[in-house]
């Protein structure tokens, strides 16, 4: 099992910025991807940003051109920065590592607030 610790997110005003870290227990070097997702109040779970062990990101529609996710190998870390935010962008923000290969095991992290007031 792998654990992931998260830290960032906050209060912020519309069109600031914030950036989230997460940190797993080991090497993410052989993880098939590690991401961000986000749940609002009273809506699913969504994708955020994923970013696979080729360096390939994918982002939700939402986000793209204001997010930025990147992971730093010796560190064990992935973060997401997140520009221009929105109160729409309000929710909790997960981390997600799969790994495993075709197995696809997933881990999650706490989930940090971020609250983008108006």
């Known amino acids: 099992q792998v654990q992931l610790v998260e830290s960032g997110g906050g209060l912020v005003q519309a069109g600031g910025s914030l950036r989230l870290s997460c940190a797993a227990s080991?090497?993410?070097?052989?993880?098939?991807?590690m991401g961000w997702y986000r749940q609002a109040p009273g809506k699913q779970r969504e994708l955020v940003a994923t970013?696979?062990?080729?360096?390939?990101?994918n982002y939700a529609d939402s986000v793209k051109g204001r997010f930025t996710i990147s992971r730093d190998n010796a560190e064990n870390t992935v973060d997401l920065e997140m520009n221009s935010l929105k109160p729409e962008d309000t929710a909790v923000y997960y981390c997600?590592?799969?790994?495993?290969?075709?197995?696809?095991?997933?881990?999650w992290g706490q989930g940090p607030q971020v609250t983008v007031s108006s």
């Open positions: 970013l696979d062990s080729g360096g390939t990101a």
């Open positions: 080991r090497s993410i070097i052989s993880f098939n991807w």
């Open positions: 997600n590592a799969r790994y495993g290969g075709n197995i696809g095991y997933d881990s």
